[in-house]
């Protein structure tokens, strides 16, 4: 009879600095209810108040804050030497199994197994963003840190297919990948309902893989305001200038949840989306969707979107015109997004993050650590 193992307690390693601090809490919160323990570190940017008395309030988390910077901020291998030990250092606090959301500290030597989630990588960004160029020498170093620690780690999670196939192209088809797409849970729907005339995008604008310059030319024939909401400055001082989109800066999640049920379009035409919480955000919230036609929002969001090419600002006005123009579809196309939606929850991706887990802790009949593993099932 086989044995399938499930840990009893893990260190998971997360940030602050866009969608990973949601995913980690969705997962969180997900593991605990399956009797999981949570050592949640977390370096970079601390939490502010209101995330950290959310991460803190799941059931068995302790929250760890490290001094060090984030794996893909850290501009050599000595800059990550300091968040490497702090790590290796937690885990040895009985833990079973070390969860990373990013490979680029994959081969950490440590006993228990390592399972990065890897939500996107500078190589892939940039072979998406400029194809055919050589990756800029400053980068090399990290995408090698990458590629060891991809090919180190006892299974490596994806969040689409679409993005494992790209992993396999930048690093080569021996790496042990599981497609486990995200979750995400929305706010309620607010008490009066109702949606408002204007198109919204979301994200970290900053980034150009964002693509919101397209988007902002489109704006200028768009027959509604077009919004976004996210920061327009990243970490390392990118920044975008928007003519015609109004931006509306950072939204907290209860502010940003209330404004999606109430917007009629949610547009996004990213050249490089590994998965795309927001557009789940706003499929969850029954907006229609207007999405750059790519191969990871083509397999999730399959006859439940428009689709335009990422780099025609005039084939973007025309969707989202045409949804302006026929209530009809765009409640059709609403529906359909919001009914797919329901596919991708945090009770999906938890069940297929712990059976990554289980694949991996059942190859070993105790753990050399802690002897924790319990059989189940």
């Known amino acids: ?29 997900g593991l605990a209810a399956h009797g999981v323990e949570i050592v949640l570190a977390v370096p970079g940017p601390a939490p502010t108040t209101a995330p950290r008395q959310e991460a803190e309030a799941i059931p068995g988390l302790k929250l760890q804050l490290l001094d060090a910077p984030l794996d893909w ?26 969860h990373l959301n990013g490979a680029a500290l994959g081969d950490l030597p440590v006993s228990q197994p390592v399972v990065p989630t890897q939500h996107s990588c500078l190589a892939t960004w940039w072979q998406a963003m400029r194809p055919g160029q050589a990756l800029p020498q400053a980068w090399r170093w990290h995408r090698a840190r990458t590629a060891a620690g991809l090919e180190a780690a006892a299974a490596v999670i ?118 795309g919480l927001a557009v789940l955000e706003a499929a969850l919230a029954g907006c229609a969707l207007v999405l750059s036609d790519t191969a990871t ?32 579809l765009r409640l059709r196309l609403g529906a359909l997004a919001q009914a797919r939606a329901n596919r991708y929850s945090p009770e999906a991706c938890v069940r297929g993050t712990l059976a990554v887990y289980q694949r991996v802790l059942a190859q070993t009949v105790s753990h050399p650590v802690t002897g924790h593993l319990r059989a189940v099932g």
């Open 297 to 328: 929002f083509r397999e999730l969001w399959h006859d439940a979107a428009l689709f335009v090419p990422a780099a025609d600002p005039l084939a973007a006005r025309d969707a989202v015109n045409g949804l302006i123009a026929d209530r009809h």
């Open 158 to 275: 994806a969040p689409s297919a679409a993005f494992a196939d790209q992993l396999r192209q930048a690093y080569g088809s021996q790496i042990a990948l599981a497609v486990v797409h995200n979750g995400r849970t929305l706010g309620p729907r607010p008490v009066t309902p109702g949606r408002h005339a204007v198109a919204l995008t979301a994200g970290r604008l900053w980034d150009e893989a964002k693509n919101l310059r397209t988007l902002d030319a489109a704006a200028a024939g768009i027959r509604w305001p077009v919004l976004a909401a996210g920061p327009t400055r990243g970490p390392d001082g990118q920044e975008v200038q928007l003519e015609h989109v109004v931006a509306l800066g950072t939204l907290d999640g209860a502010a940003l949840d209330d404004r999606l049920w109430r917007t009629a379009v949610f547009a996004s035409l990213a050249v490089y989306e590994p998965f």
């Open 1 to 29: 009879m086989s044995l399938t193992a499930t840990p009893r307690r893990i260190l998971l390693v997360a940030d602050c600095v866009g969608g990973v601090w949601q995913y980690s809490l969705e997962l969180a919160t």
């Open 73 to 98: 901020q850290a501009r050599s291998e000595r800059e990550l030497a300091p968040l490497r030990a702090q790590l290796i250092e937690l885990a040895g606090e009985a833990v079973d199994l070390v």
